[in-house]
C-alpha cells in the first residue's frame, strides 16, 4: 500500500496528540491539524493527484477550530473532541463502500489498468477499507469510554495505549491484505498498453518461442561491426556454386609507413 494513504491521515494524528489534559485545548489542536492539512492539499496539488482526506479534514478541522474560539468550555475538552473527528473518519470509510471504497484512490494508480476491473482487486479494497472504519470506530469508542475511567492508569491505558496499538494493528493487517492481493495477481501476465494479456495472445507468443523472445518487440539489432574487422572475415561462399561467374574473394588494400601495396 502507498505510504500517501497513511500520510493523508496525518492530520487526526497531530490532533490526538496535541488535544490532551496537559495540552494548549482543541482550538490548537484543530489549528495544528487544519495546517497540515493544508500543507497536504498542496502537496497533492503539487503532484497532480485527488486528495480525498486531507479535504475532509480540512473541513472537519476548520468546524473545530471555530467552535473552540467560539466557546471556552468546548475548548477545555479533551476525550469527547477526540472520539468525534475520529468517529468522523470512520464513517467516511463506511459510506465510500457504497459508492467507491476509500482504500481504492490510492491503489488504482499501483496496478495496470488490466486489473482495474478484477474482482480481486475489488474485494481487496473493500476489506481495507472495511478495516480502516473498524479500527478508527474502535479508536473512537476507545478515547469515548475513557472519560468513565477514573485514575492516570486507566486514563492512559484507555486514551493513549489502546487507540496506539489499534491504529497499528490496523495499518499491518491492511498492509499484508494488500500485500496478498499483490501475490494473487503476481503471475497474470501485462501487456505493453497495461491490458491483461488474453489466452490467445499467450498462445501466440509461446508459438513464437525463441525466434522473438519478447513477441510484442522488434527483433535484436544485428551486432556492431568494429574498425578493421571486414578484413579479418572469411569470404563468403558462392551461393550458386554451378554459377558460370564465381565469386571471388577481394584482397583488401592497406596502407602502412612503406606506402600502398
Known amino acids: 500500500m502507498d505510504a500517501e494513504a497513511y500520510a493523508d491521515m496525518l492530520p487526526w494524528l497531530v490532533f490526538i496528540v496535541i488535544d490532551r489534559k496537559l495540552g494548549l485545548g482543541v482550538a490548537w489542536a484543530a489549528g495544528s491539524a487544519l495546517g497540515c492539512s493544508v500543507g497536504l492539499l498542496g502537496w497533492s496539488f503539487w503532484r497532480g493527484r485527488f486528495a480525498l482526506l486531507p479535504r475532509v479534514a480540512a473541513g472537519i478541522f476548520a468546524v473545530v477550530l471555530i467552535s473552540g474560539l467560539l466557546f471556552p468550555a468546548w475548548n477545555d475538552q479533551v476525550v469527547i473532541p477526540r472520539a468525534l473527528v475520529v468517529g468522523v473518519l470512520s464513517l467516511l470509510a463506511f459510506g465510500s463502500l457504497l459508492f467507491t471504497p476509500l482504500s481504492e484512490i490510492y491503489t488504482v494508480p499501483l496496478v495496470a489498468p488490466g486489473l482495474r476491473d478484477d474482482p480481486r482487486f475489488r474485494k481487496a479494497n473493500v476489506e481495507m477499507t472495511l478495516a480502516w472504519g473498524v479500527g478508527s470506530l474502535a479508536v473512537a469508542l476507545a478515547c469515548a469510554t475513557s472519560v468513565l475511567v477514573r485514575g492516570h492508569v486507566g486514563f492512559t491505558l484507555l486514551d493513549w495505549v489502546t487507540p496506539l496499538v489499534l491504529a497499528t494493528a490496523t495499518i499491518l493487517w491492511a498492509a499484508r491484505r494488500w500485500e496478498l492481493f499483490r501475490l ?48 579479418r572475415q572469411e569470404p563468403a561462399e558462392d551461393p550458386t556454386p554451378d554459377a558460370v561467374i564465381r565469386q571471388l574473394p577481394v584482397r583488401p588494400r592497406s596502407t602502412g609507413a612503406a606506402g600502398v601495396e
Open 184 to 231: 494473487s495477481v503476481d503471475s497474470v501476465p501485462i501487456g505493453l498498453a497495461g491490458e491483461v494479456a488474453s489466452p490467445a495472445h499467450l498462445v501466440r507468443r509461446e508459438a513464437i518461442g525463441a525466434s522473438a523472445p519478447l513477441g510484442n518487440f522488434p527483433r535484436a539489432l544485428p551486432p556492431l561491426k568494429l574498425a578493421g574487422s571486414e578484413s
